[in-house]
């Protein structure tokens, strides 16, 4: 069975700082990965998604992960934080028992000025 | 032009109830999803339909009952409503069925849902 595990619950960084966070995951078959981000008392929001190709993803708002299949990781990173990162993320995986995502439990994302 | 839109935004209701939550998408897709995110934030799939059909149904109890009455509608119908039914439920959608070309899900903005 699928399944997405996110390290890390809780995330602060310092504006202008790295930001990394981790997700890794378990398939059976070669998976479609995703990070979505949700603002407070918002929907989620897809900010990026592996499915073949190019292991180095591009996402919105300067985000980036890398697909690294020896490691069964997709570790979302930003070289700068914004305040406005602010939120929880949500790393998920397309492989459920009939296909659907399977997310993580999330992990928030503080940023201090 | 909101791409998937839910009402209402908020619903307070007393045990035993019954209510329903309406979505409507607009951006032409042919499948449809309903999320449950508990108090810890954790994401769930309950629903989901594809062209008007139930393609998913996961384990959810039968007082749940979701409706397509086309593809751009999916609402979901709560029956005897228990405290534990709190939550806050998203509605989705996507071009294909899940799993299928990696394509992404288009959520809508989520109804709050407190049963006291």
């Known amino acids: 069975a699928q399944s997405v595990t996110q390290l890390g619950s809780h995330v602060s960084v310092s504006e202008g700082a790295l930001v990394l966070l981790r997700c890794n995951y378990s398939?059976?078959?070669?998976?479609?990965l995703f990070w979505y981000v949700q603002y407070p008392n918002q929907g989620l929001q897809l900010l990026l998604k592996y499915t073949t190709g190019a292991t180095l993803v591009k996402g919105i708002n300067g985000f980036e992960a890398e697909f690294k299949k020896s490691e069964t990781s997709f570790h979302l990173t930003k070289p700068s934080a914004h305040m406005s990162d602010a939120a929880e993320y949500f790393c998920a995986v397309s492989g459920g028992s009939q296909g659907n995502l399977i997310f993580g439990k999330g992990t928030k994302l503080s940023v201090k000025p | 032009d909101t791409a998937v839109s839910q009402t209402p935004k908020y619903l307070v209701t007393q045990m035993g109830n019954d209510k329903s939550i309406k979505c409507e998408q607009n951006?032409?897709?042919?499948?449809m999803y309903w999320y449950k995110q508990d108090s810890k934030k954790f994401l769930k799939i309950m629903f989901s339909?594809?062209?008007?059909?139930?393609?998913i149904n996961e384990t959810v109890p039968n007082r749940f009952s979701p409706k397509s009455p086309d593809k751009a509608h999916l609402n979901l119908h709560i029956n005897s409503l228990e405290l534990g039914d709190s939550a806050v439920y998203f509605c989705?959608?996507?071009?294909?069925?899940?799993?299928?070309?990696?394509?992404?899900?288009?959520f809508g903005p989520g109804t709050r849902l407190t049963v006291t």
């Open positions: 339909y594809n062209n008007k059909e139930l393609i």
């Open positions: 398939s059976s078959v070669p998976p479609y």
């Open positions: 951006l032409g897709h042919d499948t």
């Open positions: 989705a959608s996507s071009q294909n069925p899940p799993g299928l070309a990696g394509d992404e899900q288009y």
